[in-house]
């Protein structure tokens, strides 16, 4: 069963400007994840956020999580044209769950 | 240099010809887990592996096959491959499904 669902699908900005993404899931969660994958390579780890946590800042990545609305947010400030690949969510439910559920991502295209 | 490692990465092979794609780790991490990877459907979890003979079904297992016998070691294993396995799969390791995941590099099958 898919939790993370993405939003929007897919994502073009010129350089510089913020880069917002979104992800809801359907169940209580242990914690959030955000990763980066780049044209078919393997994904990269960029923030985890535990369910009693509502904000963590990571250089310039910020992750909000509203457990009350089952939601996440991804903002990416000042993007630059390195930041262009897909951007997934990914949570753990917890409770004796041992499954990581990936959402199917959002797209992000950085103009130059 | 901590890595999460797969072979092959790339694989062309034929229906019913019994293959194992090979995932390694050198962290110490305690949970691996495999992953495939199709376009519009996002990342899904075939298997997992808790710890050393621990393992357990994710979203999508039938077709597959996994051991740990070893801690840095999660082969995935196909017995009797189908064009519709024909997909791109991801190993994964943590210290805990709580934790961040490190990924490999992938590995792209495609079966005839």
């Known amino acids: 069963s898919q939790q993370g669902e993405e939003d929007p699908q897919a994502l073009s900005i010129q350089e510089g400007e913020n880069a917002t993404m979104n992800c809801s899931y359907k169940?209580?969660?242990?914690?959030l994840q955000w990763y980066r994958q780049n044209s078919g390579r393997g994904l990269v780890h960029l923030i985890l956020?535990?369910?009693?946590?509502r904000e963590k800042h990571s250089g310039r990545l910020r992750v909000t999580l509203d457990t009350s609305k089952k939601s996440s947010s991804l903002l990416i400030t000042a993007s630059r044209a390195a930041d262009t690949a897909s951007y997934f969510c990914?949570?753990?439910?917890?409770?004796?769950?041992?499954?990581?559920?990936f959402g199917k991502g959002t797209k992000l295209s950085v103009i130059p | 240099e901590a890595q999460v490692t797969q072979n092959p990465r790339y694989l062309i092979t034929v229906t019913g010809k019994k293959l194992t794609v090979t995932c390694s780790q050198n962290?110490?991490?305690?949970?691996m887990s495999w992953y495939r990877q199709d376009p519009g459907l996002g990342l899904r979890q075939i298997y997992y592996?808790?710890?050393?003979?621990?393992?357990d079904k994710g979203d999508v297992p039938e077709g597959y096959k996994v051991s740990r016998k070893e801690k840095r070691n999660f082969p995935l294993i196909l017995e009797s491959p189908s064009p519709n396995q024909t997909s791109l799969y991801f190993c994964?390791?943590?210290?805990?499904?709580?934790?961040?995941?490190?990924f490999g590099p992938g590995t792209r099958l495609t079966v005839l």
């Open positions: 962290m110490n991490h305690e949970y």
């Open positions: 592996s808790m710890n050393v003979e621990v393992t």
């Open positions: 169940t209580s969660i242990n914690n």
């Open positions: 990914a949570v753990n439910s917890g409770a004796g769950s041992y499954q990581l559920t």
């Open positions: 956020i535990r369910s009693n946590e």
């Open positions: 994964a390791s943590s210290f805990t499904v709580y934790n961040e995941q490190f």
